[in-house]
């Protein structure tokens, strides 16, 4: 079983940035491929952007269309903790952040069905 907390959700204007972070349970945690999702309200819960493993020390990133080239997904393994780094965030970036763990496939999936843990979410509001 793995457990997920997350950290760093408030309110920002537009323009400025905020720092997520998720610390997991779990000795195997360089293994896993790391998620950020987010809901708005009245919406459905959509896919911004995945870590995973592709070497020994290697890892590889996807983003969404619209965060990629402001937001940037980092880990450190030695904190078993994933950040999501938001920068230039815009009134359209207002949702509850979660973070994810695959544990299985491993392959920083767009698919939410492939994450086999959740965090329990953060809010970032971003004001006009």
């Known amino acids: 079983q793995v457990q997920l907390v997350e950290s760093g959700g408030g309110l920002v204007q537009a323009g400025g940035s905020l720092r997520l972070s998720c610390v997991a349970s779990?000795?195997?945690?360089?293994?896993?491929?790391m998620g950020w999702f987010r809901q708005a309200p009245g919406k459905e819960r959509e896919f911004v952007g995945a870590?995973?493993?592709?070497?020994?020390?290697?890892?590889?990133?996807n983003y969404a269309d619209s965060v990629k080239g402001r937001f940037t997904i980092s880990r450190d393994n030695a904190k078993n903790t994933v950040y999501l780094q938001m920068n230039s965030l815009e009134p359209e970036d207002t949702a509850v952040y979660f973070c994810?763990?695959?544990?299985?496939?491993?392959?920083?999936?767009?698919?939410?069905?492939?994450?086999?843990?959740w965090g329990q979410g953060t809010q970032v509001t971003v004001s006009s």
């Open positions: 870590i995973a493993r592709s070497g020994y020390s290697t890892y590889y990133t």
């Open positions: 779990g000795r195997t945690f360089s293994s896993y491929a």
């Open positions: 994810a763990a695959d544990t299985r496939w491993r392959s920083s999936s767009r698919d939410e069905k492939e994450y086999d843990y």
